[in-house]
């Protein structure tokens, strides 16, 4: 592995079959029955607020610069003219304001080729404002476009930043990133703000090339990389193929600027390391987070245990679990949704099953993904029955198959030559 921060590598034996049954009983493997699930291990309540999914960061940065005192969209247009939040608007600025949320949106283009008199005299760079705070995107992007089309003066780096701004809150990552194709950003001088929600809008698109120019050319321009816009770098290197040598160069990056690693910053590199089987990177990395006095939080360690349970590392996901126990983070829903999927993928039916159904039980909604993979589990094991059961059970509790769940049902029973049961199955 290339790069400079992690010297020292340690290794770790990897499990990738089931073991025997014998094993599983006899006393050499009395270290790994240690490793088991403890079910004196409290589960947790329903998952909070402040509990992020494993790979949240996009979705978190989504939702980063809402401002609570935004009304929702549609707003009663009539409240428009008394709204102290539009004090920055002139007089003509809020009629036109007005009128633009008043007009069809199918022929607001049309509205706005007859109205270049009066949009000349007001600052076109308010009005996308106003219409931001007003919650009406769609009518900002179609004044936005309609002002790219007639360039000049009016289109400047104020108007981007504010269109940017719009399409990210609103999460309309492919829209903003199709607009911005036809624009040369290099033109203008947008702030970090702008620059971190383009780049996250070809992030959640999956442009991932268009993304990686982006970012070069902020370098260029001399910007200081904020620790978020390192976030979405990381996530997107991380989805880009055979990337590791670039995450290195980041993070190695990101100490020399003195920046620290936060949650996001280490639960994604750890994803990374996941989507590319790169095991003894993820542990390098975890290493020697805490080697440097960092404390893992939950999201982190579920990063690292879905690591492992993709894996098929048993003894090193439950050796997560209880590293999580002896430091008092809290397992959530997202971790045991993860343990399940770890004893399944191991062969371990019962144990996954005895931990979805105390979930169950104390009102945590395991996944489609977890229930899937029990029933493939004891599909691959030659129990159709159960794995059946498992499926009705699903069903019971109001958790939705999606297509993964038939599919897995179908190749079950067809591989057993019991297409009668299939049908029977299904059309009931």
């Not at 919650?135 to 089309?149: H, I, M, P």
């Not at 805490?290 to 360690?301: D, E, L, N, Q």
Request: a neutral charge.
């Amino acid at each position: 592995m290339e790069g400079t921060l992690f010297p020292n590598r340690p290794t770790f034996p990897i499990q990738t079959t089931k073991p025997h049954k014998k094993q599983q009983h006899s006393s050499s493997s009395n270290q790994q029955n240690n490793l088991k699930f403890n079910p004196s291990l409290p589960l947790p309540p329903p998952p909070s607020t402040n509990t992020f999914p494993l790979d949240s960061l996009l979705h978190h940065l989504s939702h980063h610069h809402k401002d609570p005192s935004f009304p929702p969209p549609n707003q009663d247009a009539h409240a428009l003219a008394d709204d102290p939040r539009l004090d920055f608007l002139t007089p003509n600025g809020r009629s036109l304001l007005t009128t633009i949320v008043h007009h069809p949106l199918p022929t607001l283009a049309s509205f706005l080729d007859s109205s270049k008199s009066q949009l000349s005299k007001v600052d076109v760079a308010s009005l996308l404002k106003g219409l931001e705070i007003s919650r009406e995107w769609e009518r900002a992007l179609v004044l936005f476009q309609w002002l790219s089309a007639e360039g000049g003066p009016k289109l400047d780096a104020p108007a981007i930043e504010t269109i940017v701004r719009v399409l990210g809150r609103e999460s309309q990552h492919s829209v903003a990133s199709k607009v911005f194709d036809a624009i040369p950003l290099e033109d203008y001088a947008l702030d970090t703000r702008a620059y971190t929600t383009l780049l996250h809008a070809y992030a959640r698109s999956g442009r991932y090339d268009k993304a990686v120019a982006l970012f070069g050319r902020i370098r260029e321009k001399g910007l200081s990389p904020s620790l978020v816009m390192y976030n979405v770098m990381l996530d997107v290197y991380g989805r880009k193929k055979q990337s590791w040598n670039e995450i290195v160069k980041l993070l190695d990056e990101m100490k020399r600027n003195g920046l620290d690693f936060d949650e996001f910053t280490c639960s994604t590199v750890i994803s990374a390391c996941g989507r590319e089987g790169l095991l003894e990177e993820a542990t390098e990395f975890f290493d020697g987070l805490k080697a440097r006095g960092y404390v893992p939080g939950i999201v982190t360690y579920n990063a690292l245990l879905q690591v492992y349970g993709k894996a098929g590392n048993y003894p090193e996901a439950l050796r997560v679990l209880k590293e999580m126990e002896e430091r008092n983070c809290v397992p959530d829903s997202i971790t045991y949704n993860e343990l399940v999927a770890t004893y399944a993928r191991a062969g371990f039916c019962e144990e996954g099953t005895a931990v979805l159904d105390a979930m169950a039980a104390k009102g945590i909604m395991p996944d489609s993904v977890t229930y899937t993979t029990l029933i493939g589990s004891y599909g691959k094991a030659g129990r159709e029955d159960e794995a059946l059961d498992v499926f009705r059970r699903m069903k019971e509790l109001g958790c939705v198959p999606n297509v993964c769940t038939y599919n897995t049902i179908l190749g079950m029973l067809g591989k057993k030559s019991r297409s009668g049961r299939c049908w029977t199955f299904f059309l009931r």
